[in-house]
């Protein structure tokens, strides 16, 4: 009788990697199959194409063959070391003879030869030509060979670098890695352990990478430049309101509105910007693998989207500052003949800055959902809300916030009139 193993693919593993080399992501297997069964992978998984040529590093030359049987050990490692630097040096040479033609290289290597190829004097040489191909296979592998290769392509290429496995054997690449992503299945609970994400089947990166991990590009880049608007905005109309009144040290806000602005007026949509945008929908994503270029290529996050950002919160300020300052300054505030002090001055450009940051917000997010509904107008809300209780406070509390709201702001059409033309 006869007894067979079978070791076969994942549903959906071809379909998931051929998605992430649209992606323009570069995929390394790293495996302890033997090379024969590596290569059949590749081509099972779509990583090897028919029309790729091969680049074949190994130590399978008659010379080495006749050293090992002698059995001299200093012989067999420099002819293994020699055979690697020449094997290395024909693959960049094809490499450079192919030119800018669209012939595909695939560089499969077996655990012998990268044993030599990792050491300090040849991994430079082995990762220029590794990165060159389109498709790396390293086979019989150990698990020291896959940390160290994963850490060659961290440190030389400072690239990104995510490791993906479901063994004991995958748990040093796993931790070397940048992202370690562990696969749950028959193989045991280590990679799990030992990863920063876990998945149940390897298709679900797909989903993970070019998905989620465009929606997070997207909402967190969108998240940190909001806040340097924001906050640009509050502070440059701290400083206009400090230099009109020739830095005599009066405050622009009450301190209870200076501590609060971060906490409730302005950071709560900001949160759920982070948490809940999409850009795009799901399926655009998957039809579109190239999206996940804007991460790569850092296009949402560049200095120029954040200079953007913060000259938005410059021009916005100075709106906010000389149109309250001037519609407020020389006219009667109130039918009493009240003109407008530094409190009512003060709470108006508040008023204004917490619509237009928030306005600002709501014009940004891409996909609204009933939390950015609240989240944005309840902070409005709750602006209007907390001045006009603060205001009712005890004089020694409230200071000169006391009944600001109630007898100067809402009782006046100019109040309400400046906020809508600041908005607008």
């Known amino acids: 009788g006869a007894t067979a193993v079978e ?9 998931c990697i051929d998605k992430l080399a649209q992606a323009g992501i570069k995929i390394w297997v ?3 199959d033997k090379m024969e069964t590596a290569i059949n992978i590749g081509f099972a998984s779509s990583l090897l194409r028919q029309e790729m040529k091969q680049i074949i590093m190994n130590l399978e030359t008659p010379h080495i063959k006749s050293l ?3 059995g001299i050990k200093d012989e067999i490692e420099l002819a293994s070391r020699e055979s690697v630097v020449k094997q290395i040096e024909e693959g960049k040479a094809l490499l450079a003879a192919s030119g800018a033609s669209s012939e595909a290289f695939a560089l499969i290597i077996d655990g012998k030869s990268l044993t030599y190829a990792l050491e300090d004097e040849i991994k430079k040489t082995f990762l220029d030509l590794a990165t060159g191909c389109a498709s790396v296979i390293c086979c019989r592998s150990s698990p020291k060979q896959k940390a160290l290769v994963t850490r060659l392509v961290k440190s030389g290429t400072g690239k990104t670098t995510l490791a993906i496995g479901d063994g004991a054997n995958d748990v040093g690449m796993l931790q070397e890695a940048d992202i370690g992503i562990g696969i749950s299945g028959v193989e045991g609970m280590q990679a799990v352990m030992s990863s920063d994400i876990s998945i149940a ?9 070019l998905v989620h991990g465009h929606w997070c590009y997207s909402r967190i880049s969108s998240m940190i430049c909001y806040f340097f608007y924001k906050n640009i905005t509050f502070g440059v109309t701290i400083f206009l309101y400090e230099a009109y009144t020739s830095f005599s040290a009066q405050p622009a806000y009450n301190d209870w509105f200076l501590s609060l602005f971060n906490v409730f007026f302005s950071s709560l949509p900001v949160i759920a910007l982070g948490v809940f945008d999409q850009d795009v929908s799901a399926r655009f994503c998957y039809k579109f693998p190239l999206l996940y270029q804007e991460g790569v290529q850092n296009i949402l996050f560049s200095w120029k989207r954040i200079i953007g950002w913060m000259f938005n919160g410059f021009i916005s300020a100075l709106s906010i500052f000389f149109l309250c300052k001037e519609s407020l300054s020389h006219q009667l505030f109130d039918p009493n003949g009240k003109t407008a002090g530094h409190e009512i001055l003060g709470g108006t450009m508040y008023t204004c800055v917490v619509w237009v940051v928030n306005l600002q917000m709501a014009l940004s997010i891409s996909y609204f959902t009933w939390v950015q509904h609240i989240v944005i107008w309840g902070s409005i809300a709750f602006w209007y809300i907390f001045l006009m209780i603060y205001g009712t406070m005890a004089p020694s509390f409230s200071t000169d916030a006391y009944m600001v709201f109630l007898e100067a702001l809402a009782p006046a059409p100019s109040y309400w009139l400046t906020t809508l033309f600041v908005m607008i």
Not at 7 to 15: A, M, R, S, T
Not at 201 to 209: A, G, K, S, V
Request: glycine share 8%; charged share 35%.
């Open 30 to 32: 790293l495996t302890g």
């Open 201 to 209: 089947q390897f298709r679900y990166l797909e989903r993970l990478l």
């Open 7 to 15: 070791d076969k693919l994942q549903n959906g593993v071809p379909e």
């Open 68 to 70: 090992e049987k002698s």
